[in-house]
């Protein structure tokens, strides 16, 4: 009887330990741009040996000041899994992103999701961090998977240097 349960105990020790060793990464790309500027923010999806993901849900944290992402394509990676990709946006302004399908095909490394960014006009010149939160993943008999997050910057020149009539050039002579 001792036999077996210190088998037990050892054995959903060695399970525990191999569940939480590892994370699936979350990677968004980063990015420079000026004000008025539009382009897409790949986010991409890193595995582990053996990792098996099957579900994907996040929300896209970014400043609302200074961003606007009205949507957000469906990446190579969630198609070559035969996902969809449904995107609500938050009261606070940010994005939730879920990317499922009624199968369970898991990923493989690559983009996820490409969120279309639009600079605002009124940004200033900065680095500006873009993350996710609430992440959630699973595995294809819908167990939770740890992960971790790589979050992007973007740097924003918006063109404050010299203005005219200052800085050299010609002079009188």
Do not use: C, W
């Not at 060695?14 to 590892?22: E, N, R, V």
């Not at 968004?28 to 890193?46: H, K, M, N, R, Y």
């Not at 918006?158 to 203005?163: C, P």
Request: net charge negative.
């Amino acid at each position: 009887m001792k036999a077996a349960h210190l088998f037990l105990v050892t054995a959903g020790v060695l399970l525990l330990s191999a569940l939480s060793a590892t994370a699936v990464t979350l990677i968004v790309d980063g990015a420079s741009a000026a004000p008025t500027d539009q382009f897409e923010l790949p986010i991409s999806l890193a595995l582990n040996v053996g990792d098996e993901v099957a579900a994907i849900q996040f929300d896209l944290l970014f400043d609302t000041d200074v961003f606007a992402i009205d949507t957000v394509r469906i990446g190579a990676a969630s198609e070559t899994a035969g996902k969809t990709i449904t995107v609500t946006p938050q009261p606070d302004g940010t994005v939730r992103v879920l990317l499922i399908g009624f199968n369970q095909n898991t990923y493989n490394e690559g983009v996820i999701a490409l969120p279309d960014v639009e600079v605002l006009a009124n940004a200033q010149t900065n680095l500006y961090m873009v993350t996710l939160a609430n992440v959630l993943l699973s595995d294809p008999f819908g167990f939770p998977l740890g992960s971790q997050v790589n979050p992007g910057t973007i740097d924003i020149d918006a063109g404050e240097g010299e203005g005219e009539g200052e800085g050299e050039g010609e002079g009188e002579g």
